[in-house]
């Protein structure tokens, strides 16, 4: 095959991309307000667009909390690359488990959603949610070979019970920390659990890293 006979990929027109992101706006805007329950009609009349143009970007309620959450994947992927050099492979297991929780927490009932994209079985989310997974897996492992956590555990078993928490602190503000800390003596026993106001992600979707943890707590 020559150069001219290779398949190229065009690139979507700016009218496209324009109306993909209005549609994020939108649905942001009033996910944060609603809940991840939002109305799907409103997110259109929001972004200035018809139902018909949502549902071609955007085929299902499930697509658009993914397209809205690939972010905080991102974030919190290269937040577990950071914490892999930390000297403390359990509390930074904590930080990084913290910072999942506030990104599941930012749209209310989002949590459900985030847990179906965790079974890797939907290949739109599977990038981003693929990298968050290896970097948090990596700092699991890291904390098993240091003894602070279990041998034997399955790393999407840890996520799913802090998609739990994150479920029940939707209801509780304020709990997230209190059940993640009691559930640390089963996910990092030899840690010293998370510092009072440890960086974890900044909740929002802004995807910015906080800083790292205290080493002297």
């Given at each position: 095959?020559?150069?001219?006979?290779?398949?190229?990929?065009?690139?979507?027109?700016?009218?496209v991309r324009r109306n993909r992101a209005r549609l994020l706006a939108a649905a942001r805007e009033l996910f944060l307000r609603d809940g991840a329950g939002a109305s799907l009609e409103g997110v259109?009349?929001?972004?200035?667009?018809?139902?018909?143009?949502?549902?071609?970007?955007?085929?299902?309620?499930?697509?658009?909390?993914?397209?809205?959450?690939?972010?905080?994947?991102?974030?919190?992927?290269?937040?577990?690359?950071?914490?892999?050099?930390?000297?403390?492979?359990?509390?930074?297991?904590?930080?990084?488990?913290?910072?999942?929780?506030?990104?599941?927490?930012?749209?209310?009932?989002?949590?459900?959603?985030?847990?179906?994209?965790?079974?890797?079985?939907?290949?739109?989310?599977?990038?981003?949610?693929?990298?968050?997974?290896?970097?948090?897996?990596?700092?699991?492992?890291?904390?098993?070979?240091?003894?602070?956590?279990?041998?034997?555990?399955?790393?999407?078993?840890?996520?799913?019970?802090?998609?739990?928490?994150?479920?029940?602190?939707?209801?509780?503000?304020?709990?997230?920390?209190?059940?993640?800390?009691?559930?640390?003596?089963?996910?990092?026993?030899?840690?010293?659990?998370?510092?009072?106001?440890?960086?974890?992600?900044?909740?929002?979707?802004?995807?910015?890293?906080?800083?790292?943890?205290?080493?002297?707590?």
């Amino acid at each position: 095959m020559t150069s001219d006979d290779t398949p190229r990929t065009r690139a979507p027109r700016a009218d496209v991309r324009r109306n993909r992101a209005r549609l994020l706006a939108a649905a942001r805007e009033l996910f944060l307000r609603d809940g991840a329950g939002a109305s799907l009609e409103g997110v259109a009349r929001r972004a200035g667009v018809g139902v018909g143009t949502l549902y071609r970007h955007f085929p299902t309620r499930q697509d658009l909390l993914e397209a809205l959450l690939a972010d905080a994947y991102d974030a919190l992927a290269e937040r577990g690359r950071e914490l892999l050099a930390s000297p403390e492979p359990g509390r930074a297991l904590l930080t990084w488990l913290d910072g999942f929780v506030a990104a599941v927490t930012q749209f209310r009932g989002t949590a459900p959603s985030v847990l179906v994209s965790l079974q890797g079985e939907r290949p739109k989310a599977f990038r981003s949610c693929r990298a968050m997974r290896d970097a948090g897996e990596a700092l699991f492992a890291r904390a098993q070979q240091a003894g602070e956590a279990p041998e034997g555990a399955a790393f999407l078993d840890v996520l799913k019970l802090a998609g739990g928490i994150a479920m029940a602190a939707e209801s509780e503000p304020g709990a997230a920390d209190r059940l993640l800390s009691l559930a640390a003596s089963g996910i990092a026993p030899g840690a010293s659990g998370i510092a009072p106001g440890a960086p974890g992600m900044v909740p929002g979707g802004s995807g910015e890293p906080g800083g790292a943890p205290d080493a002297s707590g």
